[in-house]
């Protein structure tokens, strides 16, 4: 089974851990650029769930996930955040 299809089977016991982990990065916002806590969670989390996660310039975050045979799949998100209530 590829990391995709993993994932995607878990979706509804994920669910909880990303708006948990999204409530956290709106409790410590930073601005585009200056995402040094935040970058470092995501790559906590990647790394958490048996991914490899890479530093790519000063604040940005890239992994590979693998999936198997199929076509690649890419996801972008921009990690700024402003306050906000979770």
């Given at each position: 089974?590829?990391?995709?299809?993993?994932?995607?089977?878990?979706?509804?016991?994920?669910?909880?851990?990303?708006?948990?982990?999204?409530?956290?990065?709106?409790r410590?916002?930073?601005?585009?650029?200056?995402?040094?806590?935040?970058?470092?969670?995501?790559?906590?989390?990647?790394t958490?769930?048996?991914?490899?996660?890479?530093?790519?310039?000063?604040?940005?975050v890239?992994?590979?996930?693998?999936?198997?045979?199929?076509?690649?799949?890419?996801?972008?998100?921009?990690?700024?955040?402003?306050?906000?209530?979770?």
């Amino acid at each position: 089974m590829s990391h995709v299809q993993h994932i995607a089977g878990r979706y509804a016991d994920i669910h909880k851990w990303q708006e948990d982990l999204r409530a956290d990065l709106h409790r410590h916002p930073e601005v585009s650029m200056e995402e040094e806590r935040a970058s470092q969670t995501i790559i906590d989390e990647v790394t958490a769930l048996g991914l490899d996660a890479t530093r790519v310039g000063p604040t940005g975050v890239v992994s590979v996930v693998a999936n198997g045979d199929g076509q690649p799949v890419l996801a972008r998100a921009h990690m700024d955040a402003l306050p906000a209530r979770p």
